[in-house]
């Protein structure tokens, strides 16, 4: 199973972007789906998580600025964010508890990561 993570770059406070984190391989189902981010010379923190049955929840940080999404049929995971701040610099990972199909077993993955920037 490989994530791939992708919809980074570079933007202004107060501007928005979505970041998607595809699942691919032989993958049976996909369960919990989180995103974490991680500054320079900071530990990894979680921003948002979405259960295998939609429901999502965000660090205190996020103050309704971000929303998690999910769909199943493409193995992908959303994260829209908006408003955002310079504070939210930093390189987002995607993880996932996926169950594969061959052989049948459950296991967590990450993506590469994917760099953002924001500038005041």
């Known amino acids: 199973v490989q994530l791939q993570a992708s919809g980074g770059g570079a933007v202004q406070a107060g501007g928005s972007l979505r970041l998607s984190c595809a699942a691919s391989?032989?993958?049976?189902?996909?369960?919990?789906a989180k995103w974490y981010r991680q500054a320079p010379g900071k530990e990894r923190e979680l921003v948002a998580q979405i259960t295998d049955d939609g429901s999502p929840s965000y660090g205190e940080f996020v103050e309704g600025r971000f929303t998690v999404s999910r769909d199943n049929s493409k193995n992908t995971v959303y994260l829209q964010m908006n408003g955002l701040k310079p504070e939210d610099t930093a390189v987002y990972y995607c993880?996932?508890?996926?169950?594969?199909?061959?052989?049948?077993?459950?296991?967590?993955?990450w993506g590469q990561g994917t760099l953002v920037t924001v500038s005041s």
């Open positions: 993880y996932m508890g996926v169950t594969t199909a061959r052989p049948f077993s459950y296991n967590t993955y």
């Open positions: 391989g032989s993958i049976y189902s996909i369960g919990v």
